[in-house]
């Protein structure tokens, strides 16, 4: 059975957006007075009175970067929560973020959707990673949350 990991914005990259996000505009932090928003950079909910910053991501272009990709029509961004000051990290293993309705969008190493699929039940998100991995065609899936169609992570094979 493959394992996966879900992989949060990196450090340097979360630097980067915080500068300057993927749409070409600087971050506007600010404080969550509520909390709740799903940080991408520690893959966790943020506290109330922590500073975030909504930036623009677009993570597939950046991954095509590093690999040589072509995403075509499939390059996109989107809004993402990030901490605005510093951030530890991801604080375990577990996959985030399952408790609601998500999609998974399973890509090929070349920048491809090879399909999607939606996951209702905490329950099955893990069986429904380990499906979209049989296809070894699959080189990454891209976890997003049904109610705004946002990134939430990006999951590969270890």
Request: with cysteine; glycine share 8%; aromatic share 6%.
């Amino acid at each position: 059975m493959p394992i996966h990991t879900a992989r949060p914005v990196p450090p340097a990259v979360r630097e980067e957006l915080l500068r300057l996000d993927d749409a070409g505009r600087p971050a506007v932090p600010r404080t969550d007075d509520e909390g709740g928003a799903p940080l991408r950079c520690c893959l966790r909910r943020s506290r109330p009175g922590e500073r975030v910053a909504l930036v623009s991501y677009a993570p597939l272009r950046r991954w095509a970067a590093r690999t040589g990709a072509d995403p075509g029509a499939y390059d996109e961004q989107g809004p993402v929560f990030l901490h605005a000051g510093e951030c530890a990290g991801a604080e375990g293993t577990d996959l985030p973020f399952t408790h609601a309705h998500r999609t998974l969008r399973r890509y090929s190493a070349d920048g491809r959707i090879l399909g999607g699929r939606l996951v209702e039940a905490p329950e099955d998100f893990a069986p429904a990673l380990t499906e979209a991995f049989t296809d070894p065609e699959v080189a990454l899936v891209h976890v997003r949350a049904v109610e705004y169609g946002c990134f939430l992570y990006e999951v590969r094979r270890d």
